[in-house]
């Protein structure tokens, strides 16, 4: 089954090469697990002259006692303590994107913003220039990624694919099934001003 696949080596185009001096701004690149959001992030970034990759897997990591998870891969009911923990990291994501920001830097935030949390992402960017990517391989492209790391939610998982497929199709909805990760961050640098949302 074909993937996206990593690669070292970029030679930017000149479209790219005439958007590396970037504005500070947010870029959200969003997805499912396993959509490739971190490693498209990290190569967004490295191709923009003062950039910053804010991880939220990374944020979420730094809780070191009492944090929730998913149960039996089910959705997280509106105010459990897993649904309050994603929204905090997510919440303390965008404080540090707009810090960035504010020191002339983007801000390459990914995370898992789909359903109402987009309105969330919203509410915590209010005023600050923000972008917004959803990450699209094949489904049974991402599920294969987490049979590859044995899952235990690979089956118990479809509702987020739902959910997902019912947020609001602001921003740039990119199918990246297939491409490699340079070929898919030069389609969102040279896709920029599809990127652009109103919030």
Do not use: Y
Request: aromatic residues 6%; proline residues 4%.
């Amino acid at each position: 089954m074909t993937t996206m696949r990593a690669e070292t080596n970029f030679e930017p185009t000149k479209s790219v090469i005439e958007k590396l001096q970037l504005p500070p701004c947010v870029i959200v690149i969003s997805g499912l697990p396993g959509s490739g959001k971190s490693t498209t992030a990290r190569a967004v970034a490295a191709r923009l002259s003062r950039a910053a990759h804010i991880e939220a897997d990374v944020l979420h990591g730094m809780i070191t006692q009492g944090k929730a998870s998913p149960k039996g891969g089910e959705k997280a009911e509106a105010g459990d303590e897993f649904d309050l923990q994603l929204r905090m990291r997510l919440e303390q994501a965008c404080v540090l994107a707009r810090s960035f920001v504010d020191h002339g830097f983007t801000a390459i935030v990914d995370d898992i913003v789909i359903g109402h949390r987009l309105t969330q992402m919203s509410e915590h960017l209010q005023g600050v220039e923000t972008r917004f990517v959803m990450l699209s391989p094949d489904f049974d492209v991402v599920k294969a990624r987490w049979r590859a790391i044995d899952s235990p939610f690979v089956d118990s998982w479809d509702w987020i694919e739902e959910e997902r497929l019912e947020t609001d199709p602001v921003g740039l909805w990119l199918d990246s099934t297939g491409k490699t990760i340079n070929e898919v961050a030069e389609e969102i640098l040279n896709r920029l001003d599809e990127t652009s949302i109103s919030i």
